[in-house]
């Protein structure tokens, strides 16, 4: 059977891969394994629960809690909630599991379900591959006041907003004009009312979730609406999140975007400022602009590199105790107050450094250049090869040496395709566009089914 887990849950079309049955089998395998595993210290456990504005969610979370609760846990139903607003409430209360229903920026007809055990962090590979193994399995129902009891608790939903705006400290963002895009999703319940609390005037848009609309055309990956919003209501900035809040992009008071590289390359020289910069060190993927890598060098900042995937640098960082990292996509990671991406605490923080500063956003994202980055995706490849082949290695090699250190190479497999992902970054988009090519063509001729695609 192949493997359910990716690299953020179990994620699919709702009602085709992603049935009420699976989330009902996967809550109870969860409760199981976690149980088992002593993640409950032997007592009656508490989950809480939470989902973001898909109409699927509506049924997919009914169905994670009867799972739960049939299986003698009892569930805290907080509804709509971004995904770092769960993870929280889940570490905050000490709570033994945490289940959201989301999809993140994916269409509306996929869904998603994310597990977090104590503490707000997500399971590790182990636990989810035991959980798999375990859906079909016969087992002993709990009966009588054994089962679990579910309820519903929106009281949490404003300690999370609370907990946003209470981490700027004393700052204010009184005077900051600041739109924000909600993407029709869970940010709509929080962001809004955590930026107002630390008096910014906000106009919302993309706020008026039907449960169809959800990055319809809006928030972090379809940023225009944003773009266009800040240029005719004369914002200082501009602030779009994904369909579940883990994510942020910024636009400044021109429409130009700053992207989630940008928005690290600022927090950190302001933690580092502040002296809350960990080991003075910031950590992305392999994926950030070599440019951050660049700014952040120029300022006595160290760069630790990791995987694609907001899990691994959460790893990096907790096992290096560093307090800030993030992905180019906006998923930025400030460990001081939170256990996973959060976009709306991004946004607030960037807010606050402009408010801070008094320099504008386009200023303070101008301490990185962004090098030129050429992305070309070689489909049906053997990708075992591709990473093995020496003749792609000697091509990668020369292209290196050619850049020297005003660029760099990256051959990437995919994780669940037949693909390698070729990344050039130069300091003419036409350089790096010619490289990125060349080298496409020779993984495709090498070690390729069918050609590539760019």
Same mark, same amino acid.
């Given at each position: 059977?192949?493997?359910?887990f ?6 699919g ?12 089998k ?17 007592r ?12 699927? %969610? ?23 909630? /971004?995904?770092?607003? =769960? ?23 996929d ?7 104590r503490?707000g962090v997500? =399971?590790?590979? +182990? ?5 798999q ?7 002993? +129902? /709990?009966?009588?006041? *054994?089962? %679990?009891?579910?309820?519903? *608790? ?12 209470d981490?700027?400290?004393?700052q204010s ?21 955590a930026?107002?609390?630390r ?24 940023? %225009? ?16 999140f *994904?369909?579940?809040?883990?994510r ?21 020289l302001?933690?580092?400022? !502040? ?21 952040? +060098? ?61 320099? /504008?956003?386009a ?6 250049k962004r ?31 050619? =850049?020297?250190?005003?660029?760099r190479?990256?051959?990437? /497999? ?7 992902r ?6 003419s988009?036409? !350089? ?11 993984v495709?001729?090498r070690?390729?089914?069918?050609g590539? !695609?760019?």
């Amino acid at each position: 059977m192949a493997r359910l887990f990716g690299t953020d849950g179990v994620r699919g079309v709702a009602n085709v891969d992603l049935t009420a049955d699976l989330a009902l089998k996967l809550s109870v395998a969860a409760a199981h394994v976690l149980g088992e595993a002593g993640a409950f210290d032997g007592r009656r456990a508490v989950a809480i629960v939470g989902r973001d504005t898909r109409i699927s %969610g509506e049924f997919l979370q009914a169905a994670v809690m009867s799972g739960l609760a049939s299986a003698g846990v009892d569930v805290i139903d907080v509804g709509v909630i /971004p995904t770092p607003g =769960l993870a929280y409430l889940v570490e905050s209360r000490g709570v033994d599991l945490g289940v959201m229903l989301s999809a993140s920026h994916n269409p509306m007809p996929d869904n998603g379900i994310k597990f977090f055990q104590r503490g707000g962090v997500k =399971l590790d590979d +182990r636990i989810e591959d035991a959980i798999q193994e375990r859906l079909d399995e016969q087992w002993v +129902r /709990p009966i009588g006041a *054994d089962v %679990g009891h579910i309820r519903r *608790d929106d009281s949490l939903l404003e300690c999370y907003i609370e907990h946003l705006a209470d981490s700027l400290g004393e700052q204010s963002l009184a005077g900051l004009r600041i739109v924000l895009d909600c993407a029709n999703g869970a940010s709509s319940v929080t962001a809004q009312r955590a930026f107002e609390l630390r008096d910014a005037e906000v106009i919302a848009i993309s706020c008026v979730p039907d449960g169809l609309n959800i990055n319809e055309g809006c928030g972090s990956t379809h940023i %225009g609406a944003l773009r266009s919003a800040v240029v005719d209501e004369h914002a200082d900035l501009g602030l779009a999140f *994904d369909g579940d809040a883990d994510r942020c992009q910024a636009v400044d008071a021109k429409g130009e975007v700053v992207d989630g590289d940008q928005i690290m390359a600022i927090l950190a020289l302001d933690l580092q400022e !502040h002296g809350k910069l960990a080991f003075n060190t910031l950590v992305a993927t392999v994926m950030s602009n070599l440019g951050l890598i660049k700014a952040m +060098r120029a300022n006595g900042i160290t760069v630790d590199t990791t995987k694609v995937g907001d899990r691994y640098v959460l790893e990096d960082m907790v096992a290096h105790g560093f307090t800030l990292g993030g992905e180019q996509s906006g998923h930025v990671i400030m460990s001081e107050f939170a256990t996973t991406g959060d976009g709306v605490l991004t946004g607030l923080h960037v807010a606050a450094r402009v408010g801070q500063t008094g320099r /504008p956003l386009a200023q303070l994202a101008s301490v990185m250049k962004r090098l030129p980055q050429a992305l070309v995706n070689v489909s049906q490849v053997d990708k075992a090869r591709a990473e093995e082949d020496m003749v792609i290695l000697n091509e990668v090699t020369a292209a290196t040496r050619e =850049l020297a250190d005003n660029g760099r190479v990256l051959l990437r /497999p995919s994780g669940t395709e037949p693909l390698v992902r070729v990344m050039v970054e130069a300091e003419s988009q036409t !350089h790096a566009d010619q490289i990125a090519n060349r080298l496409a063509a020779v993984v495709a001729n090498r070690v390729g089914l069918s050609g590539f !695609h760019g």
